[in-house]
T-cell receptor, first 116, second 115 residues
Framework: NAGVMQNPRHLVRRRGQEARLRCSPM?????VYWYRQLPEEGLKFMVY????????ESGMPKERFSAEFPKEGPSILRIQQVVRGDSAAYFC??????????????FGPGTRLLVL | AQSVAQPEDQVNVAEGNPLTVKCTYS??????LFWYVQYPNRGLQFLLK????DNLVKGSYGFEAEFNKSQTSFHLKKPSALVSDSALYFC?????????????WGAGTKLIIKP
C-alpha cells in the first residue's frame, strides 16, 4: 500500500505565476489535509477536505489560495499569483475517516515551493 | 534509521490530575522538536516547539514540554488536565532548517481526560 504521494517534490515559480500542488492520499483514504511549514515554525493547518467537500478551511488565506478534492484524481492546492512569502514546504496528509477520532493522519513527503 | 517514538497509543487521566504524553527520538545531529494536537474533525494545531535555549518550553493551552538530550526525550506535560484536552497528540522532529529538511512524525497518542 503506497503512502501519501505528493508532486512535484520541488517547484520553482516566478512572482505572479500559478502553483499547483498535488496530493494522492493513501488507498482507502477519503480525507485530505493541507499544511504549510514556514522556516523555523511548526506546521500550520490550511484546509481539510473530504471527497468533493471542504470540511474546514479556517487556515486558508482568503485570497489566491484554493483547494479541491474531486471525486476522481488527486487533491489540488492551487496558489494564484504567487508572491515570495508563499515560499514554504506544503505538506499533505490523509486519513481513512474523520480526523481526530482515533484516525491517524499519514503525511506525504511535502512539496517545496520556491518563489523567485 | 531516524525515528520518533510515542510509546503509548492511549493515555487516560482524570480531570484535574497532571498529564504526561511521552516522546522519544533517535536522530543524528541536533533535532528541532514539535508537539501538535488534533481535535475531532479538525486539522493539526501547533502546540509548542524546541529549537534551542531553555530546555523547558511553554506552549498553548497550558502545555509545556521538557527537552532532555541525555534521554533523547521531549515529553509533553500539563499540571492539571481538562476534559477539553482530550484529543490526539503528535510529536515531530525536523532534522535541519535548510531547504531539504526532513519531517519525522510519531504515531500519535490518544489522550482521554475523564471527568
Amino acid at each position: 500500500n503506497a503512502g501519501v504521494m505528493q508532486n512535484p517534490r520541488h517547484l520553482v515559480r516566478r512572482r505572479g505565476q500559478e502553483a499547483r500542488l498535488r496530493c494522492s492520499p493513501m488507498k482507502g483514504h477519503s480525507h485530505v489535509y493541507w499544511y504549510r511549514q514556514l522556516p523555523e515554525e511548526g506546521l500550520k493547518f490550511m484546509v481539510y477536505l473530504q471527497k468533493e467537500n471542504i470540511i474546514d478551511e479556517s487556515g486558508m488565506p482568503k485570497e489566491r489560495f484554493s483547494a479541491e478534492f474531486p471525486k476522481e484524481g488527486p487533491s489540488i492546492l492551487r496558489i494564484q499569483q504567487v508572491v515570495r512569502g508563499d515560499s514554504a514546504a506544503y505538506f499533505c496528509a490523509s486519513s481513512r475517516g474523520l480526523a481526530g477520532v482515533g484516525e491517524t493522519q499519514y503525511f506525504g513527503p511535502g512539496t517545496r515551493l520556491l518563489v523567485l | 534509521a531516524q525515528s520518533v517514538a510515542q510509546p503509548e497509543d492511549q493515555v487516560n487521566v482524570a480531570e484535574g490530575n497532571p498529564l504526561t504524553v511521552k516522546c522519544t527520538y533517535s536522530v543524528s545531529g541536533n533535532p528541532y522538536l514539535f508537539w501538535y494536537v488534533q481535535y475531532p474533525n479538525r486539522g493539526l494545531q501547533f502546540l509548542l516547539k524546541y529549537i534551542t535555549g531553555d530546555n523547558l518550553v511553554k506552549g498553548s493551552y497550558g502545555f509545556e514540554a521538557e527537552f532532555n538530550k541525555s534521554q533523547t526525550s521531549f515529553h509533553l506535560k500539563k499540571p492539571s488536565a481538562l476534559v477539553s484536552d482530550s484529543a490526539l497528540y503528535f510529536c515531530a522532529v525536523i532534522l535541519s532548517m535548510d531547504s531539504n529538511y526532513q519531517l519525522i512524525w510519531g504515531a500519535g497518542t490518544k489522550l482521554i481526560i475523564k471527568p
